[in-house]
């Protein structure tokens, strides 16, 4: 992987360098999944949604400005894949309704029967328990715990206060630990 | 704030942060092989399909728009002068616009129909006899004493006609063709031939507007000719 700076391949990307922008792939094609899977898609939807995501950030790369960190670009782009395809699979009203449901869901999205490559099981507890938090209290954990990004750029994606992304967080942690327990 | 979720959060509590960095260092999931290169291949296409966008938003643009706007009407003046649909014809058709006194239209913007009618009515055996003899006998009757029409141009377009009637074996033809042959000589006009006249009633099919009724005669007769 090339040490370059995310805003550095992106500069290139807006210019038309596709070589700068397959880095880039490389660099966060999994941490897409892992975005998209945390949130019970399964492992093969995974990987449409974050092809998706690439896409849309190909499209959109020359709307993005060095200012801003990338992470935030990106996981702001994945965020909006994602919310499509809920809303399309008519199944972002029922996972925020009903968690016991969504559970089944993630269950049956578990990487085992989306076709992905045997990892541990712990690995897969933690994607089943993160997919069952509240989609508001899902959200901080995955921004803030997995892409470990500073809570002000949580709040900026989630278009929430810091203050409210902090009790989110508090919330959030509590409740994995008893899901873990 | 409540000051037990600065506490904790600010990462004073151990046992929260062990936490954290386990779920930091669960497994993560990977993506199949070749998925990258599936990623590139859609962004390739997707570059591609952006730059034929972009040269189309180019011809677009309203600086390029007006050249593309000047080019696209010349190209239908061109168009519509070569291509322009000629009416269907017949015989019987170009009969029904014969006057009693054998021409086909007192037009002056159509001068050159008497002409076109006597050749088409000449080179069909088929034609009415006795309207190609009027229209012969209409086409003499204009004809000056020297043996020429109202000018050099008229006069090359009769005598191709009459021409064409001489060998159709119409016997007043014959005599005003010579006439008219001489004239041509006299003024230094070279003669037309009947394949210059097919061209020139085409010609004037495609300039001249429809609605007079000898001038649709000469847009029809183009076509037959």
């Not at chain 1, 805003?7 to 094609?29: C, D, H, K, W």
Request: hydrophobic share 50%.
């Amino acid at each position: 992987m090339s040490g370059r700076p995310d805003a550095e391949l992106m500069a290139l990307s807006a210019r038309g360098e596709t070589a700068a922008f397959a880095e880039l792939v490389e660099r966060y094609q999994n941490i897409l999944l892992n975005f998209f899977m945390r949130r019970g898609v399964s492992w093969d939807d995974g990987q449409d949604l974050a092809q998706q995501t690439f896409l849309r950030l190909w499209n959109y790369r020359k709307k993005y400005t060095a200012q801003a960190k990338f992470t935030t670009f990106l996981f702001l782009l994945a965020g909006q894949v994602s919310v499509d395809f809920f809303r399309a699979e008519g199944r972002r009203r029922g996972l925020e309704e009903d968690l016991a449901h969504e559970a089944e869901v993630a269950s049956d999205a578990s990487p085992k029967q989306g076709g992905a490559p045997a990892d541990s099981a712990a690995g897969e507890d933690v994607r089943r328990a993160v997919a069952r938090l509240s989609p508001a209290l899902r959200d901080v954990v995955e921004l803030g715990v997995f892409q470990d990004l500073p809570y002000a750029d949580v709040g900026e994606i989630l278009g929430i206060p810091v203050g409210t992304v902090k009790s989110r967080m508090f919330n959030a942690l509590r409740k994995l630990k008893e899901l873990l327990a | 704030m409540n000051e037990d979720i600065e506490r904790i959060l600010n990462g004073s509590d151990a046992d929260l942060r062990a936490f954290v960095a386990s779920l930091r260092a669960a497994p993560q999931a990977r993506v199949r092989d070749g998925f990258a290169a599936d990623v590139m291949a859609a962004v390739e296409a997707e570059a591609r399909r952006g730059a034929f966008a972009r040269s189309l938003r180019g011809l677009l643009r309203p600086a390029a728009l007006f050249p593309l706007a000047a080019c696209l009407v010349a190209l239908l003046a061109v168009a519509s002068i070569f291509f322009r649909p000629v009416p269907r014809f017949s015989l019987e058709k170009l009969v029904a616009c014969q006057r009693a006194d054998g021409s086909f239209s007192s037009s002056t913007a159509a001068p050159y129909v008497q002409a076109y009618a006597v050749t088409v009515l000449a080179k069909d055996p088929s034609a009415d006899r006795a309207a190609l003899q009027q229209a012969v006998v209409a086409l003499v009757r204009e004809q000056n004493a020297e043996g020429g029409w109202a000018n050099a141009s008229l006069s090359a377009r009769n005598v191709a006609a009459l021409a064409a009637a001489s060998e159709a074996g119409v016997d007043a033809a014959v005599r005003a063709y010579r006439r008219g042959v001489r004239y041509l000589r006299m003024h230094g006009i070279g003669e037309m031939s009947a394949a210059d006249l097919s061209r020139d009633a085409r010609s004037a099919a495609a300039r001249l507007p429809g609605s007079d009724l000898g001038v649709a005669c000469s847009v029809a007769l183009a076509a037959r000719l």
